[in-house]
């Protein structure tokens, strides 16, 4: 009986075949679309972890989350859900596990779903929190390059509505694969927390002013001062949005009205591929 009803829900964010568009219940226009919580979700310290299930529960109509594969890869979550009504395609980095990292797992996860959805013509949201690739030689050996671009890949061939919301780290490679401006996505918003950098201020200190840090008097408080000046200079979102890889930073209470609004406007997207019998996808 749980699966029955677990398939009925599922079948209702899907249309009819991959020529329809996805089905858009009724949803009659709220005066304030605001959500006040999201502004003190994000810790202020950037190493303290969150659940990326509460910013989605906050952004989507309430109660309208499905998640899938919950329990493979679970430093990623996708899932399907209902914004003013519409379906839409959920893919969030989750700080609570491995703070997020992409790793093996979570790139085919996710490229799996976003080629899913793709197929349906149902429209994409990506939450980013993303602080790199997991390291380590086994996940080396084992190809994390060829299974990261199958994500990659996954988001540069959809058509559908694409649009990202970085809440905190964009990190290096994996800013790019998780639906950057660079790979094709409509539109970027960003949390004024957004870090959007080649990689942590931390470690980009260490290596950028290795010699001026070892030559000081206190290499511990230099070392600091270095962090903090890189923090205020390149790991925010105004420099990205300054080069138009961002298209707004918002503050966290205003994205479900902004992603209402940017879903509404993409709803008659126009994207067509190459003609070609199809692309060569890493496998």
Same mark, same amino acid.
């Given at each position: 009986?749980?699966?029955?009803?677990q398939?009925?829900?599922?079948?209702?964010?899907?249309?009819?075949?991959?020529?329809?568009?996805a089905?858009?219940?009724?949803?009659?226009?709220?005066?304030?679309?605001?959500?006040?919580?999201?502004?003190?979700?994000?810790?202020?310290?950037?190493?303290?972890?969150?659940?990326?299930?509460?910013?989605?529960?906050g952004?989507?109509?309430?109660?309208?989350?499905?998640?899938?594969?919950?329990?493979?890869a679970?430093?990623?979550?996708?899932?399907?859900?209902?914004?003013?009504?519409?379906? !839409? @395609?959920?893919?969030? =980095?989750?700080?609570?596990?491995? %703070?997020?990292?992409?790793?093996?797992? &979570?790139?085919?996860? /996710?490229?799996?779903?976003?080629?899913?959805?793709?197929?349906?013509n149902?429209?994409?949201?990506?939450?980013?929190?993303?602080?790199?690739?997991?390291?380590?030689?086994?996940?080396?050996?084992?190809?994390?390059?060829?299974?990261?671009?199958?994500?990659?890949?996954?988001?540069?061939?959809?058509?559908?509505?694409?649009?990202?919301?970085?809440?905190?780290?964009?990190?290096?490679g994996?800013?790019?694969?998780?639906?950057?401006?660079? !790979? @094709?996505?409509?539109? =970027?918003?960003?949390?004024?927390? %957004?870090?959007?950098?080649?990689?942590? &201020?931390?470690?980009? /200190?260490?290596?950028?002013?290795?010699?001026?840090?070892?030559?000081?008097?206190?290499?511990?408080?230099?070392?600091?001062?270095?962090?903090?000046?890189?923090?205020?200079?390149?790991a925010?979102?105004?420099?990205?949005?300054?080069?138009?890889?961002?298209?707004?930073?918002?503050?966290?209470?205003?994205?479900?009205?902004?992603?209402?609004?940017?879903?509404?406007?993409l709803?008659?997207?126009?994207?067509t591929?190459?003609?070609?019998?199809? @692309?060569?996808?890493p496998?």
């Amino acid at each position: 009986m749980v699966c029955i009803q677990q398939l009925k829900q599922l079948l209702s964010y899907m249309p009819q075949n991959c020529e329809e568009a996805a089905p858009a219940l009724p949803y009659p226009p709220q005066a304030d679309e605001s959500r006040p919580a999201l502004d003190t979700l994000i810790p202020d310290n950037a190493n303290q972890p969150y659940d990326i299930r509460e910013v989605i529960e906050g952004l989507i109509d309430a109660g309208s989350f499905m998640e899938v594969h919950q329990n493979f890869a679970e430093n990623i979550v996708v899932g399907f859900a209902r914004l003013a009504g519409r379906s !839409i @395609g959920i893919v969030g =980095n989750q700080p609570a596990v491995l %703070a997020g990292v992409l790793d093996i797992n &979570a790139s085919t996860k /996710a490229a799996r779903f976003v080629r899913f959805c793709d197929s349906f013509n149902i429209p994409l949201l990506v939450l980013e929190d993303v602080p790199g690739f997991l390291p380590g030689t086994d996940q080396e050996w084992r190809g994390i390059i060829t299974n990261g671009a199958k994500l990659l890949y996954a988001f540069c061939e959809a058509t559908v509505p694409r649009i990202t919301v970085i809440t905190r780290k964009a990190y290096g490679g994996a800013y790019d694969v998780m639906n950057s401006k660079h !790979i @094709g996505a409509d539109l =970027n918003f960003a949390w004024p927390t %957004a870090e959007i950098a080649v990689m942590g &201020a931390k470690g980009a /200190a260490e290596i950028i002013f290795k010699r001026e840090i070892a030559q000081a008097d206190d290499p511990e408080a230099k070392l600091q001062e270095k962090v903090d000046d890189y923090q205020q200079k390149f790991a925010t979102p105004y420099r990205a949005a300054h080069r138009g890889f961002v298209d707004e930073v918002i503050m966290p209470s205003q994205t479900r009205q902004k992603l209402i609004r940017a879903f509404k406007m993409l709803e008659n997207k126009v994207d067509t591929l190459p003609r070609k019998k199809h @692309g060569n996808i890493p496998l």
